[in-house]
Each structure stands twice: as structure tokens, then as C-alpha cells.
T-cell receptor
Framework: AQSVSQHNHHVILSEAASLELGCNYS??????LFWYVQYPGQHLQLLLK??????LVKGIKGFEAEFIKSKFSFNLRKPSVQWSDTAEYFC????????????FGQGTTLQVKP | GAGVSQSPSNKVTEKGKDVELRCDPI?????LYWYRQSLGQGLEFLIY????????KSGLPSDRFSAERTGGSVSTLTIQRTQQEDSAVYLC?????????????FGPGTRLTVL
């Protein structure tokens, strides 16, 4: 069965620090990869997605992620975080051709100190 | 336009009671998903609808859980004889198409507490 693992459960950073959140998935076939974010009191919303092509994808609010097929990884990065980035971040995967159901990682809570 | 809406936003019930949770997807979205977000289990897929049919029910945790969708729009998730372990936030998402390529739009969730 597919699974997604996020290595960091709780990350605390100061503003302007760089961010990297790890995500690994287990699936041998073609996958589609997503990062979703849930700001306090808000809905889950899409940050970025990867289907094919350039493995470095850019999303909203200055986030980017790199797909490394050989490592089954899709790490999220941001060069300089802001207090407003405080949120919970979820990595998710679907397999191509399936029903589109998302398999989520456990989530990483990011706290940015002003 | 309106996003995905869910009702009620909060539901407190006693163990053994039945509950119904409602989801109104974005108009025109043919695919609808239910997920559950609970402490210790993270976000779990429950069921997927394409139109009014549910080709994937693999995430429903027991036969106490059922869902239906009518008119290709509103969906209801029913939990019978609720247990304390059913306490969670139930999220609904809708999508154009129902494949792995399109964004899913999530509702605000229903927080269910079983006493």
C-alpha cells in the first residue's frame, strides 16, 4: 500500500530562516505529489503539485519542492520564512490513473517566531 | 464563487447515537471525497464519489460508516452507533474530474466529538 512519511513533526524557526520539510513516499509506479497547507482556522489549501516534467516545482507564497525519483522524496523548501507561514503542512500522493484519492503524511507543524 | 461547505461545523453526540454530516461541493465538480483528520491517525481517506456512485469505499473504517451522494451534488456521511474513537474532524473535498491530476478543494470540516 502507498504511504507517505514526513520526518519532521514540529519545526520551530525564526523569521528569515530557511525551511526544508522532508517527505518520502512508498510507491513504485508513477505518482502525483502535492503539498497542502492548513493555516490556523482555515481550510486545507494547495501549495504546489508535481505531475511530470521539471522536478523543481514552484508554488504559492515563495514555496518550492523538488521531486527526486531515486530517493522517493518530495521535500518542501522556502529560502526565508515569515511569521505568516506558521501552519501545518501536509505532503500527499496519488497514483496516476487511480481515483485521485490523496494519501497524506502525518503533517508537520511549523511555528515561525517573529 | 462559493467553495466547499460542510455542516454542522461542530457536532457533539453521545456514544451510541447516529450522526449525519453534510457536504456541499463546488458546483460542477463531479468528484467528491471524504477524509478524516484525527490525532494520531493524521488525514485518512474514507470514500470517493464520481457523480452519485462510490467506486472507492476502501477507507470506511467499519460498516457503521456509510455515505451517499444525490443529484451529483450534496453528500451525506452517516455514522451509526457512534463510538468515542469516531471523534475527529471530517473533511470533504471536491474536484473536477476525479483523477490524480486535479486539485482537490477542501471544506472547513465538521468537528465530531463523541462523549
Amino acid at each position: 500500500a502507498q504511504s507517505v512519511s514526513q520526518h519532521n513533526h514540529h519545526v520551530i524557526l525564526s523569521e528569515a530562516a530557511s525551511l526544508e520539510l522532508g517527505c518520502n513516499y512508498s510507491y513504485g509506479g508513477t505518482v502525483n505529489l502535492f503539498w497542502y497547507v492548513q493555516y490556523p482556522g482555515q481550510h486545507l489549501q494547495l501549495l504546489l503539485k508535481y505531475f511530470s516534467g521539471d522536478p523543481l516545482v514552484k508554488g504559492i507564497k515563495g514555496f518550492e519542492a523538488e521531486f527526486i525519483k531515486s530517493k522517493f522524496s518530495f521535500n518542501l523548501r522556502k529560502p526565508s520564512v515569515q511569521w505568516s507561514d506558521t501552519a501545518e503542512y501536509f505532503c500527499a500522493v496519488t497514483s496516476s490513473g487511480n481515483t485521485g484519492k490523496l494519501i497524506f503524511g502525518q503533517g508537520t507543524t511549523l511555528q515561525v517566531k517573529p | 464563487g462559493a467553495g466547499v461547505s460542510q455542516s454542522p461545523s461542530n457536532k457533539v453526540t453521545e456514544k451510541g447515537k447516529d450522526v449525519e454530516l453534510r457536504c456541499d461541493p463546488i458546483s460542477g465538480h463531479t468528484a467528491l471525497y471524504w477524509y478524516r483528520q484525527s490525532l494520531g491517525q493524521g488525514l485518512e481517506f474514507l470514500i470517493y464519489f464520481q457523480g452519485n456512485s462510490a467506486p472507492d469505499k476502501s477507507g470506511l473504517p467499519s460498516d457503521r460508516f456509510s455515505a451517499e451522494r444525490t443529484g451529483g451534488s450534496v453528500s451525506t456521511l452517516t455514522i451509526q452507533r457512534t463510538q468515542q474513537e469516531d471523534s475527529a474532524v471530517y473533511l470533504c473535498a471536491s474536484q473536477v474530474g476525479g483523477t490524480g491530476y486535479n486539485e482537490q478543494f477542501f471544506g472547513p470540516g465538521t468537528r465530531l466529538t463523541v462523549l
